[in-house]
């Protein structure tokens, strides 16, 4: 078995990404399912690096150009001898090779100072930037195959109904690159009511701190896991499944609230499961 579900990675790896994302989910074994689920997120992170360095690429391109454009502007300046013209633009720029950094290119510029530039804009937020929450719109599709009738909203605003669960993820300091895995990522799971009877919801993901530095990791959220939670709680919503009263949790290592996003809003399960919940 284990050389066919090689053989099946592989297949997905190569795989177009249109047809990848498009596989029926639950033709496929509990395994192949989680395969699938993990070369979507595989590609999806490539696809963020990969937007992350044009990004940086671009940011990179636009300040040489600008450089470029203060020395020539010095030169210009230099060669008029400071003739009549040259009064009313003289300063701030002359001094400006050495010091300028890019923050100076955003300060309101003092009347004549620069003439206007057209920044370049980057297409695309890098989706990997660290944020202290996510949501995540691109699993919508593979909640819907086990839910019926209900709408992602990008929202992380009270709705009518709300719950609070922990999912599987793994995490990279962003700082220091400390890595490390934990089943207590705090989500905070929405409904929202719709007029035309579905059920709209969202799934507020938060971040958590790296334990050595404090700064925020970079989250790769378990698809799976996500995916089963998060329609678990909208089948209770719509009364398509009756919860079975929890038992005898797991003793599970202490969570390290100082360090949970989710803690910092008041929104992680840290308060027990039994509270009572909206
Ligand atoms: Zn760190
Ligand atoms: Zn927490």
Known sequence: ?????????????????????????????????????????????????????????????????LLDLINTMAILRMNSGGGSNSTTNRAEGNRGGNDFDENRVSEPAAPDAHPPVKKKKPRKKPKNATKKSYLFPEYHHLVAEEVKNIVFKSSTADGTRYNETWLVGSLKCSNCGREWTTGKVATAIRGYEQKNGQLGYSAEVFNQRCAKCKSLGHLTLDVDTYVERVARRLAIWKGELIPEPRTGEKPTPPHETDLCEGCAVGKCVRGGYRRVLF
Not at 9 to 25: S, V
């Open 1 to 65: 078995m284990a050389g066919a579900d090689e053989k099946f990675g592989a297949g997905l790896r190569k795989m177009d990404r249109h047809d990848l994302n498009r596989l029926t989910i639950q033709a496929y074994t509990r395994a192949q399912r989680r395969m699938i689920n993990e070369e979507r997120v595989r590609r999806k992170r490539a696809e963020a690096e990969a937007v992350a360095e044009e990004v940086a690429g671009a940011v990179a391109s636009t300040t040489a150009a």
